[in-house]
């Protein structure tokens, strides 16, 4: 019998988790629910078909659980941490942990590393995205990585979505002030860095992926509602061209090649593979567009892909 237990259950992340848990079933037997936010305590959730209450997380909440799934803010879940038993598996999904939450796991690039027993971090959904094209074009002489990354309203959860609602509909309203108590301006139909501190993806990606070339993120916050895009300067050693590039991209695992679409984070809605659209030249190396689901490959898929190692070693 495997005992699983959700931290903050129904953030955008652990719900997607939840729903993609009851695609697994064989996976677990046991899922309990727990939350630190007095808001989400109490409230009830569907798992395996019958409702299940969130509850409040006390010092002896997790006995008995082989494995700790924690979403949400890492602020609100490095102190659970505190409250594993000793042979408990950890997972952290934390859009904003760095490599101090615990090793980095990415389905595709290094998953034979989970172990039982361990702390895992299932990083920032862009650092899923580029650490799964990176990896096979290390092998061609990458050197340098330039990444701007635009992040959905989705990463700040279910009150950046409905923040990003309200704006756009009184923007097109023209109903007046807005509220801005999550972004701190407006975000419907406009771009800006995040004011508060950008994810460490840089380190995490470094982290990932053996040889990681030398490389520089910027995060920029979209007004858009979920997807991540990816605008990529790549510098080789020597030139690979285009061909070898593609083929990389191709061979690679959760990669789907898209040629030349004209991608959107529209199109990465609800899909299980990180897209790859536009590759051409440029001054000294390669520009590369992508697009992925920040919820899906990004984060619960991830989740799940490491849980089923984790059953498949006993």
């Not at 931290?7 to 992340?13: D, E, F, K």
């Not at 701007?148 to 990463?155: D, E, G, H, R, W």
């Not at 009184?170 to 800006?192: C, H, K």
């Not at 916050?221 to 510098?235: D, E, K, R, V, W």
Request: charged fraction near 20%; aromatic fraction near 4%.
């Amino acid at each position: 019998m495997t005992v699983l237990a959700m931290l903050h259950p129904t953030t955008l992340v652990g719900r997607e988790i939840r729903e993609t848990l009851e695609n697994h079933r064989s996976l677990w037997s046991q899922l309990n629910l727990f939350s630190t936010n007095e808001a989400e305590v109490g409230t009830l959730v569907d798992v395996r078909g019958a409702a299940a209450m969130v509850q409040e997380l006390r010092g002896d909440s997790l006995e008995g659980a082989d494995v700790v799934l924690l979403c949400g803010p890492w602020a609100a879940c490095a102190p659970a941490l505190e409250q594993l038993p000793p042979a408990a598996t950890a997972l952290v999904l934390s859009p904003d942990a760095g490599v101090a939450a615990g090793n980095p796991i990415v389905a595709g690039i290094n998953l034979e590393d989970a172990q039982r027993g361990e702390r895992m971090l299932s990083p920032h959904p862009a650092a899923v995205a580029l650490g799964l094209i990176l990896k096979p074009l290390a092998g061609l002489g990458l050197s340098a990585v330039t990444a701007t990354v635009i992040q959905p309203a989705s990463m700040r959860d279910q009150e950046g979505l409905d923040e990003l609602f309200e704006q756009t509909r009184r923007v097109l309203a023209f109903a007046g002030e807005q509220p801005r108590e999550v972004f701190g301006r407006q975000l419907a139909f406009n771009l800006f860095p995040p004011e508060d501190a950008a994810p460490p993806v840089a380190e995490l990606v470094t982290a990932l992926v053996d040889s990681a070339p030398k490389l520089s993120v910027e995060i920029l916050q979209g007004g858009f509602f979920h997807g991540c895009a990816l605008s990529l300067a790549l510098g080789f050693t020597e030139d690979p061209g285009t061909e070898a590039i593609r083929d990389a991209l191709s061979d690679a695992p959760h990669l789907e090649w898209a040629g030349d679409d004209e991608l959107s984070p529209v199109d990465a809605a609800a899909r299980e593979d990180v897209l790859i659209g536009r590759l051409r030249r440029d001054a000294g190396g390669y520009r590369l567009w992508s697009v992925s689901d920040n919820l899906t490959r990004g984060s619960a898929l991830n989740a799940v892909e490491i849980l089923r190692h984790l059953f498949d070693q006993g």
